[in-house]
């Protein structure tokens, strides 16, 4: 079993900059590919980015790219998501997962977190 806890959201404006951390706990970290998907209300869980468990070969959402980094650090078992540049259709809430294959497709995760909100102000 693996537990994720997102935190690092909150209220931004438009062109702003927020970092996302995920801190996780239980089986080995490192196994895990990471990543990060975004739910804005009325709207579907979509993919944002995701990292290989050896924090090689990143890769991002059209939307996101060049915008939004992830990264990860094994030794503090964290996976964090810096956002910059922040457009007000950001918005939504942020969830962070971990899964055995580096994916962009939800069920391919087994493990997810709660979700932090990022609203983001015009």
């Known amino acids: 079993q693996v537990q994720l806890v997102e935190s690092g959201g909150g209220l931004v404006q438009a062109g702003g900059s927020l970092r996302l951390s995920c801190a996780t706990s239980?089986?080995?970290?490192?196994?895990?590919?990471m990543g990060w998907f975004r739910q804005a209300p009325g709207k579907e869980r979509a993919f944002v980015a995701a990292?290989?468990?050896?924090?090689?070969?990143?890769y991002y959402a059209d939307s996101v790219k060049g915008r939004f980094t992830i990264s990860r650090d094994n030794a503090r078992n964290t996976v964090y998501l810096e956002m910059n540049s922040l457009k007000p259709e950001d918005t939504a809430v942020y969830y962070c997962?971990?899964?055995?294959?580096?994916?962009?497709?939800?069920?391919?995760?087994?493990?997810w977190g709660q979700g932090t909100q990022v609203t983001v102000s015009s």
């Open positions: 997962a971990a899964g055995g294959g580096l994916s962009r497709r939800r069920y391919e995760y087994d493990y």
């Open positions: 990292i290989s468990w050896s924090g090689m070969s990143p």
């Open positions: 239980g089986r080995t970290f490192s196994r895990y590919a």
